[in-house]
T-cell receptor, first 113, second 115 residues
Framework: GEDVEQSLFLSVREGDSSVINCTYT??????LYWYKQEPGAGLQLLTYIFSNMDMKQDQRLTVLLNKKDKHLSLRIADTQTGDSAIYFC?????????????FGQGTTLQVKP | DAGVTQSPTHLIKTRGQQVTLRCSPKSGHDTVSWYQQALGQGPQFIFQ???????QRGNFPDRFSGHQFPNYSSELNVNALLLGDSALYLC??????????????FGNGTRLTVT
């Protein structure tokens, strides 16, 4: 079945690295995504990875995918107070166009000065 | 370049009433998807519209219906509102250009409160 799970809360100090983890159950997913949601706002796409990749780096963000263990992680280097938000991982099953995404329940990242 | 825009931003309705939410996709996008996000939860897929037709649907009752217009904008209609329909309704757009990976871009949502 389709299920995505995340830990609910992570607290780090400013300047440290943050690692947010996600596990999923359906191995037929094609793309995996990380979205950020700030209070009262919609979802901002941070990065995404195709399921045949192991790693993707984009400035301070590093995504690691372990397809064997169905585990996805997002590492934020040099975490800033502006990174405080809820982070959602999501998977899709369509090639090319993405319609139905299955989201986790979100991880609240708290960055302490 | 305007992103995804939704209106209204907030709405209060009474049980049993009907509501219409509106969405304009990001420039260059032709596909619109709707999601419901209950408080403290991740978004859940309602349905997707492409070429003015519903292409995919999630596990939502028929009280939830939609429409897409020739300019790609979309409406979400909910009839016979229940208290449990209170949520943030998110619209997301993407491009269905064949062979191109197109992640979803979300609007800021409409906060619906049913009393």
């Amino acid at each position: 079945g389709e299920d995505v799970e995340q830990s609910l809360f992570l607290s780090v100090r400013e300047g440290d690295s943050s690692v947010i983890n996600c596990t999923y159950t359906d191995s037929s997913s094609t793309y995996l995504y990380w979205y950020k949601q700030e209070p009262g706002a919609g979802l901002q796409l941070l990065t995404y990875i195709f399921s045949n990749m192991d790693m993707k780096q984009d400035q301070r963000l590093t995504v690691l995918l372990n397809k064997k263990d169905k585990h996805l992680s997002l590492r934020i280097a040099d975490t800033q107070t502006g990174d405080s938000a809820i982070y959602f991982c999501a998977e899709s099953f369509s090639s090319g166009n993405t319609g139905k995404l299955i989201f986790g329940q979100g991880t609240t990242l708290q960055v302490k000065p | 370049d305007a992103g995804v825009t939704q209106s209204p931003t907030h709405l209060i309705k009474t049980r049993g009433q009907q509501v219409t939410l509106r969405c304009s996709p990001k420039s260059g996008h032709d596909t619109v998807s709707w999601y419901q996000q209950a408080l403290g939860q991740g978004p859940q897929f309602i349905f997707q519209y492409y070429e003015e037709e519903e292409r995919q649907r999630g596990n939502f009752p028929d009280r939830f219906s939609g429409h897409q217009f020739p300019n790609y904008s979309s409406e979400l209609n909910v009839n016979a509102l229940l208290l449990g329909d209170s949520a943030l309704y998110l619209c997301a757009s993407s491009s269905s250009l064949k062979g191109v990976s197109s992640p979803l871009h979300f609007g800021n949502g409409t906060r619906l409160t049913v009393t």
